[in-house]
């Protein structure tokens, strides 16, 4: 039987990365993964970043953009297109090809750290000894391997809805979202987190009426609420997305006339009928298929597998990381769960801090945060200031067509010490690594504001908003 240091279950971003920095530090490791390709004919690498989230929804995005820009933006700039055509099919296949070369790639990089890959479902079965056997079970064929250390990353999948099944044909979660042939003359979307409002604005830039169902009644309320505020107005008034909140769903009907959703907004009953409809209402963490009640593996009330500060399950040897386990269900904070646990397991000390992790919504105007918000900073009653420019008056983002949005720094009121930065504006997806840095150094605003920022950029409006800290802005 093959015995290894290091056995990981999920080749997502949390697993596929735990199990090359695990190579790279000497440690004999294998990773098994049941994921398939979008024709169902072939194991694809990846995880649901890779297949069926990150990755694929960003082609996406910019496919739409495209499109909307040649329609609405190219005649400022003097170009005259004629009559601009969209074929979803060709944005699908585009988007196919990228996913395919990625999730190849990985196979690539296993191959190159020595990572053995096994195709199919990974479950603990028991102990011998010190060691942990796995079972892999690729369509019925099984086979056991022994580790001393196991390694779960075995992602999230969409929160259902109780009132209708996803068919991925009319009723849509990000999978069939992410493959639509055709645009929908009316899509509704259920949820207004980050899938719907991505999701949403690529099938409206590409000509879908979108109206958006939300049961909150505050928009983005994980978001900063100034930022928000500025997002749903662009949105709404100039974008046209229709955006419901507090909504309250009666009842979802899927028919061959397409899918009617009764619901109540605003103390009023109203009736919709979509051509399509997408569910994002969250995603839940997959734990199917791991033996892990048999294993005495613990999970909490809402179904992650229960880990400390540092990944570590109640299990010897066992670690969890990414969507399965607590803290925001985001690729990067599982790449570095994932490499943490490595180095952990090969005995060294890593940290990872939470409070640095940044949050982007790909819109546009694009939304990133890292660290506190105002409203966290009210609620904690910290003693803070603040400092706001805006994208208008940027020569960068003028000459990008671009100049919306805003940057939003907020510091410790004494020791000026960089609390939180809030963005909505042009590339800020980039942007906001320049406050990751800041949080992570723990530097002040006026470290950023002595920073030389090259010109014309859109990272001035950084330079400004940290400058506006002190009440010195140079251009506010
Ligand atoms: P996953 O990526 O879910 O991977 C888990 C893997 O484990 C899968 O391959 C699965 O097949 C496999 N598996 C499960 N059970 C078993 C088993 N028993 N045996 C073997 N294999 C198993 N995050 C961002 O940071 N940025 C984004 O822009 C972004 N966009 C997204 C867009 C969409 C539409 C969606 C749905 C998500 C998006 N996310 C984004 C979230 C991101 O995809 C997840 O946070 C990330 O994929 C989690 O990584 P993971 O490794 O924990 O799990
Ligand atoms: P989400 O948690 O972002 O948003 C779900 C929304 O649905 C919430 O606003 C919630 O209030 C609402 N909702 C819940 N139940 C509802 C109901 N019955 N009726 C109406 N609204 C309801 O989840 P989403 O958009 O499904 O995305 C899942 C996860 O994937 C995110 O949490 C995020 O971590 C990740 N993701 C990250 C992206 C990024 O980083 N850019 C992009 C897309 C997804």
Redesign the pocket.
């Known amino acids: 039987m093959s015995q290894f240091d290091v056995v990981v279950?999920?080749?997502?971003?949390?697993?596929y990365i735990a199990a090359i920095r695990a190579a790279q530090l000497g440690l004999k490791t294998a990773c098994?993964?049941?994921?398939v390709n979008k024709a169902g004919d072939a194991p694809a690498?990846?995880?649901?970043?890779l297949?069926?989230?990150?990755i694929p929804?960003?082609a996406l995005l910019q496919s739409s953009e495209h499109f909307h820009a040649a329609q609405h933006d190219f005649a400022e700039h003097g170009i005259t297109v004629g009559n601009v055509k969209f074929n979803a099919a060709k944005m699908i296949e585009r988007k196919d090809t990228i996913v395919t070369k990625l999730t190849g790639g990985i196979k690539f990089l296993f191959h190159k750290n020595k990572v053995e890959s096994l195709f199919?479902?990974?479950?603990l079965k028991g102990r011998n000894g010190d060691l942990w056997q796995v079972e892999v079970d690729n369509k019925g064929e099984k086979s056991l391997i022994e580790a001393k250390n196991v390694i779960i990353?075995?992602?999230?999948v969409?929160r259902p809805l109780p009132l209708v099944d996803i068919d991925n044909v009319n009723v849509l979660d990000?999978e069939g979202?992410?493959n639509l042939t055709a645009v929908p003359k009316k899509l509704g979307v259920i949820g207004s987190g980050?899938?719907g409002l991505?999701?949403g604005s690529v099938w409206k830039r590409v000509g879908s009426e979108v109206t958006i169902l939300e049961a909150m009644p505050t928009f983005l309320a994980a978001a900063d609420q100034q930022i928000a505020k500025e997002a749903f107005k662009i949105f709404t008034k100039e974008q046209g997305l229709v955006i419901e909140l507090g909504v309250k769903l009666n009842e979802i009907k899927n028919s061959k006339k397409g899918v009617t959703v009764a619901y109540e907004a605003g103390g009023q009953a109203k009736e919709e009928t979509f051509d399509k409809l997408i569910v994002s209402i969250g995603?839940i963490p997959?734990t199917?298929?791991?033996n892990a009640e048999a294993a005495g593996l613990e999970k909490d009330g809402r179904g992650f597998i229960k880990v400390d500060d540092e990944c570590r399950t109640n299990l010897p040897n066992v670690w969890a990381?990414?969507?399965?386990v607590r803290g925001p269900?985001?690729?990067?904070?599982?790449s570095d769960e994932g490499v943490a646990v490595a180095e952990r397991i090969a005995g060294q000390k890593p940290h990872l801090d939470f409070n640095t992790i940044p949050f982007?919504i790909?819109t546009d105007p694009e939304i990133a945060w890292v660290g506190k918000t105002e409203e966290q900073l009210k609620a904690e009653g910290a003693n803070y200031k603040k400092g706001t420019s805006g994208f208008a008056a940027n020569g960068r983002a003028l000459g990008l067509g671009k100049a919306k949005g805003m940057v939003k720094v907020l510091a410790d009121a004494e020791t000026d010490r960089i609390l939180g930065v809030h963005m909505i504006g042009p590339m800020v997806s980039e942007l906001v690594a320049e406050g990751v840095t800041g949080l992570e150094f723990k530097a002040s605003s006026e470290d950023i504001a002595r920073i030389v920022h090259a010109h014309p950029t859109l990272s001035e409006v950084l330079h400004e908003a940290s400058l506006a800290v002190d009440k010195r802005a140079l251009h506010g």
């Open positions: 279950i999920g080749a997502g971003p949390g697993g098994i993964d049941a994921g690498l990846g995880g649901t970043c297949n069926v989230g990150c929804s960003k199919g479902k990974g479950s990353a075995t992602g999230s969409p990000n979202a992410l980050v899938i991505e999701m995603r997959n199917e298929g791991l990381i990414g969507d399965v269900m985001l690729a990067h904070k599982a982007v790909y």
